[in-house]
């Protein structure tokens, strides 16, 4: 009997264009890259641009990547052009009974009591199960202040575990979360599930402020009938005192380190020192020699310059 071979899958670098990205961003994409090729997966470049975006950043963006030397397959896909898809998968999600409208606002869920065991900022489940006449009153409210309910989802489970291949097991709380905001624009977390699935993606590699996310999409993606990919969340790139690295740090991106008098075989040769691989020039070189399982597990103090 001959095994059926399994549709490789793909890996994904999704980076939001509000601003050039930085040497830790650059050194996830060629993580993410680099482990998707080397298990013989596609690899998917997807804008998530339904926020904070600025003008002419995506281009710079994947100018950057490619000059890296990263390929990806397929067309660039861009979020703001996938609205259909997000409005099937809340439309599913309600005739499954799983959506609710919120008319709280930020500060009245900062303000209101926290369910028992809640961790703080979780939504504290105000307008979860409002009677009818309490709905029309919240409607009526959102009509005055001329915005719509924010959609959100009814949750039955209070965490979710998933694995990250260097976190483990990882549990994390699910609460209500946020499916459309108040001004239309769909959530994050939703956003990024269906994008992934309808993309084949079948491991997530990113950065690891994300990793707290993961299980509630992973939740969100069983909800919906889709498959929960695997996670790899890469420590952030921190400056000298600590702090996640910013533009105003100085020098942190590929065309600042390029006015600088560096090349990007430079560039890629520190990235690749992170990793404790001398002399890398390339990314095919970080590909070639990187090994995933003893990859740094602390976050990368990024030297730069005064
Ligand atoms: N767009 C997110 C970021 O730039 C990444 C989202 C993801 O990889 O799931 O931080």
């Known amino acids: 009997m001959s095994a059926v071979p399994t549709p490789p899958g793909a890996g994904r670098y999704a980076p939001s264009p509000s601003g050039d990205l930085h040497l830790g961003n650059l050194r996830t994409a060629i ?11 596609a690899f998917h470049l997807r804008v998530e641009d339904l926020d904070r975006v600025k003008e002419g950043s995506e281009q710079r963006q994947l100018e950057d990547l ?15 052009e996938r609205g259909a898809a997000y409005d099937e998968a809340i439309a599913r999600l309600e005739t499954q009974g799983q959506v609710f409208e919120c008319y709280c606002t930020r500060r009245e869920i900062l303000e209101a009591p926290s369910a028992p065991h809640a961790p703080p900022g979780a939504y504290p489940g105000t307008c979860r199960d409002l009677t009818p006449a ?3 009153q919240g409607r009526q409210r959102m009509r005055e202040l001329r915005r719509a309910p924010a959609l959100r989802l009814r949750t039955e489970v209070e965490s979710w575990q998933v694995h990250d291949l260097w976190a483990g097991e990882v549990t994390g709380t699910v609460d ?10 769909v959530a994050y977390n939703l956003a990024v599930v269906v994008d992934d699935a309808a993309a084949g993606v079948d491991q997530v590699v990113r950065a690891d402020d994300l990793l707290s996310s993961a ?11 889709l498959p929960e990919p695997s996670y790899a969340h890469v420590p952030l790139a921190v400056n000298s005192v600590g702090a996640r690295l910013a533009k105003r740090d100085g020098a942190v991106t590929l065309r600042d380190r390029l006015e600088r008098g560096e090349s990007v075989r430079e560039v890629v040769g520190r990235i690749g020192d992170s990793l404790g691989l001398r002399g890398c020039r390339a990314a095919a070189d970080v590909l070639e020699r990187w090994d995933p399982a003893a990859s740094p597990r602390h976050p990368w103090v990024v030297e730069l310059p005064s």
Do not use: F, I, K, M
């Open 66 to 80: 490619a000059a890296l030397g990263l390929d990806w397959d397929g067309d660039v896909v861009r979020q703001s």
């Open 176 to 185: 209500d979360l946020v499916l459309r905001r108040g001004d239309g624009v």
């Open 134 to 136: 309490a709905r029309e």
């Open 215 to 225: 299980p509630r999409q992973a939740h969100l993606a069983q909800l919906l009938g």
């Open 31 to 41: 993580l993410a890259w680099a482990l998707a090729r080397r298990t013989g997966r």
